[in-house]
């Protein structure tokens, strides 16, 4: 039954993309969007081990080696546990944490790790590879098709099109974040968009949120395309923007 809902899930996902693809302006080819499933107690580690910047993760570190260093602190702690009852997606370069675990020591998930890799390389794209936390519950997998899936093939959309912030440098990720949070909320309707940008107001109020920077990059983009009339409008802005931050 879940095989049957994936594929349908994923059609009518294909479908948004072109037309999301459309009113932006990107080229879309329909043959980079795909996924692969991997355990939440998997995704929590590789977010982990390969430098994800958000909180709590940065708590254990900045960069790959110094959570590899604390990773047993990690793996005992609230927020490990937290992390794995969480819905997850993200996309992933592979040849990076293939990199990462190469110094890792001593913990049971190696070798499924290397299996894991394998597999994600057999379906990966230029644009790296994405993957979803597998759900506990029906539910659960809907929320990943309807919103998770599609923020990061946004993503996969936008990467494709050679629209990438942390390009230019690395700092720039929220706006990367933004982008692709705001196409997918535009793209369900005004109701839905406004409800994204007041939800994005609420987390700047908060301490410690790990939504802050992508509501801070949310925002930009919200400001950016505004009054921005169609398709060539939005995609000339994002350019000159993109233009601009290359170019101070
Ligand atoms: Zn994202």
Not at 6 to 14: G, I, L, P, S, V
Not at 228 to 235: G, H, L, S
């Given at each position: 039954m879940f095989e049957l809902l994936?594929?349908?899930?994923?059609?009518?996902?294909?479908l948004w993309l072109q037309h999301l693809a459309a009113d932006f302006n990107l080229k879309y080819q329909p043959e980079i969007f795909k996924f692969s499933w991997v355990t939440k107690r998997e995704h929590v580690l590789i977010t982990y081990l390969v430098g994800c910047p958000v909180y709590p993760y940065i708590r254990y570190g900045k960069d790959s080696k110094t959570r590899i260093?604390?990773?047993?602190?990690?793996?005992?702690?609230?927020?490990?546990?937290?992390?794995?009852?969480?819905?997850h997606g993200s996309v992933l370069i592979v040849k990076h944490f293939e990199n990462v675990i190469k110094h890792l020591k001593g913990i049971k998930e190696k070798n499924s790790f290397r299996r894991l890799i394998a597999r994600l390389n057999r379906a990966a794209t230029p644009w790296g590879s994405i993957i979803l936390a597998s759900p506990?519950?029906?539910?659960?997998r809907e929320f990943l098709f309807n919103t998770v899936l599609m923020h990061e093939w946004a993503h996969i959309l936008l990467l494709s099109n050679k629209i990438f912030f942390q390009r230019i440098a690395k700092r720039y990720w929220p706006l990367d974040e933004g982008l692709a949070t705001y196409m997918?909320?535009?793209?369900?309707?005004?109701?839905?968009?406004?409800a994204e940008l007041k939800r994005c107001r609420a987390h700047l109020r908060k301490e410690r949120n790990r939504f802050k920077p992508y509501a801070i990059g949310t925002l930009k983009i919200s400001t950016l395309l505004k009054n921005?009339?169609?398709?060539?409008?939005?995609?000339i802005a994002i350019r000159r923007y993109l233009w601009r931050l290359q170019h101070v």
């Open positions: 994936d594929r349908d899930a994923a059609a009518r996902n294909h260093k604390n990773l047993k602190s990690f793996l005992a702690s609230k927020d490990f546990a937290a992390e794995c009852r969480r819905s506990d519950s029906r539910r659960e997918v909320a535009w793209s369900k309707g005004h109701r839905v968009l406004s921005k009339k169609n398709a060539q409008e939005r995609y």
